[in-house]
């Protein structure tokens, strides 16, 4: 299994007084609600991010944005543009090569109670021309009720381009509705007219026996160079005749030729844990030659005692599908108990990890490595608060209706981005509100949390 060493590497990050700073961010939708933010750089087209509209007077809207000048932190530093997407929950952007942009987007299915419909956005020029854009849709799925808790603040980081520029995705399903049954993790690919859905191939990861098949939570997927494809998911699993195998965080690995079922191998790294406040996330990125670097925050449960509820820093040199995770090491980041939920991982071009995350106070937190980051000995690292809750607030002062008090600010699901090595962090803030109620009749007074206000939002810490 998975080898960890027990070593705190960059020290606590624990709650603290929040203390005034200059600096500020930007929400990209300032005077609307939204979520979901996505965040990439390029060289030659600069920082952009996808999200999508949220409420009911916001909810079926696609926003590509660009940083148009400035520091990309001020509201009016940023342009957009918005294209439609029924009933939208998601989206997550690419960068093909040349710096073009490419979005999965995702909105609930109005046909099937819990599902969901994908549609594939692309543009090469003129991208804040919503006309310069094609949208389609290119898969339905029915996943289950299960599958969905915790969606609305916890990010998905399923979507990558390959080194030609050309989309690639997981998708879990689980659709009884259909002959024959729809149900796995489904590695997407698409090489031209990506707009169409017939243009798109599938190919199953999970094992099927007789009426069974396994069940796949949370997929990330990372593209390395030559048609290479790695995929780190949390699998109820067993193995080829249907025996019951641990169920746990999974590593899948392909070298080419990807839609072919028999060129993925896979091992178990580690349990990952349950719960939902926390959540068990994780994100993965690759070194420029391949080898995987996970960013993984633990639930309960987890099958090595002290890592409950930790931010961990796993990875593999070589041989990262030996049976039982053998390859694999890692160690916790030392960040404090229920810090680290849905973090982000970039690599800089030293193959430095760079990971953003929220608190137990729902607040941004940012870490790196500054040395020996493969040596759990010896490496060392820097973590703050990325941005406190003071901040964002004074920074779009929010009206509560006048039977609510005690609001409070939650971020959640960051997306990071490197611009010349330097981080940028894109977050979603809801706005909650404590709002008192009297029946008639009844003497007490009792209380309900509302979210009032939801936005995306982008700073450099």
């Known amino acids: 299994m998975l080898r960890i060493a027990m070593v705190v590497v960059l020290g606590l990050l624990a709650a ?66 918005s294209l439609e997407l029924p009933q939208a929950v998601k989206a997550q952007l690419a960068l093909t090569p040349d710096g073009k942009p490419r979005i999965l987007g995702a909105g609930w299915n109005p046909e099937q109670a819990n599902g969901t419909n994908y549609f594939f956005a692309q543009c090469d020029e003129d991208c804040l021309d919503a006309g310069s854009w094609q949208i389609g849709k290119i898969a339905s799925t029915a996943d289950g009720l299960m599958s969905n808790i915790g969606r609305s603040r916890l990010p998905e980081r399923t979507f990558a381009l390959d080194e030609h520029g050309k989309p690639r995705f997981m998708v879990s399903d689980s659709n009884y509705f259909v002959e024959p049954d729809h149900y796995g993790g489904f590695y997407m690919a698409c090489d031209e007219d990506c707009t169409q859905a017939d243009n798109w191939t599938e190919t199953n990861l999970s094992n099927q026996h007789g009426y069974n098949t396994e069940s796949f939570s949370y997929p990330v997927l990372a ?29 899948y690995e392909c070298d080419g030729d990807c839609s072919t079922r028999a060129n993925w191998k896979r091992t178990r790294v580690i349990e990952q844990g349950s719960g939902s406040y926390p959540n068990p996330t994780w994100s993965m990125d690759l070194t420029s030659d391949g080898r995987p670097r996970v960013a993984l925050f633990t639930g309960y449960g987890v099958d090595v005692e002290g890592l409950d509820k930790q931010l961990l820093y796993i990875y593999c040199d070589e041989d ?69 809750a003071e901040t964002a607030a004074s920074d779009r002062p929010t009206a509560i209706p006048f039977t609510c008090d005690g609001e409070v600010w939650n971020g959640m699901a960051p997306s990071l981005a490197l611009a010349a090595g330097k981080p940028v962090i894109g977050y979603d803030l809801a706005v909650e509100a404590r709002c008192l109620y009297k029946e008639w009749g009844k003497p007490q007074i009792v209380y309900e949390f509302h979210e009032i206000w939801r936005g995306s939002r982008v700073l450099r810490p």
């Open 320 to 388: 990262c599908t030996k049976a039982d995770g053998e390859s694999w090491f890692g160690y916790p980041l030392g960040l404090g108990d229920g810090i680290g939920e849905s973090p982000s991982i970039k690599l800089d071009g030293s193959g430095i990890p760079h990971i953003a995350f929220t608190t137990d106070g729902f607040e941004l937190g940012y870490t790196s490595c500054t040395t020996d980051c493969e040596n759990s000995e010896a490496a060392r690292g820097t973590s703050d608060f990325a941005e406190r």
């Open 16 to 81: 603290a007084p929040a203390v005034a700073a200059e600096k500020h961010g930007a929400y990209l939708l300032p005077a609307e609600q939204s979520t979901s933010v996505s965040l990439a750089h390029h060289e030659a087209t600069g920082l952009q991010a996808a999200f999508v509209g949220y409420g009911e007077g916001n909810g079926n809207r696609l926003y590509y944005a660009v940083c148009a000048s400035g520091g990309c932190e001020k509201n009016e530093d940023w342009r957009s543009v």
């Open 223 to 251: 593209l390395r160079p030559g048609g290479g494809a790695r995929v780190i998911a949390g699998v109820y699993a067993f193995d080829e005749e249907g025996n019951d195998l641990p169920d746990g965080l999974y590593y």
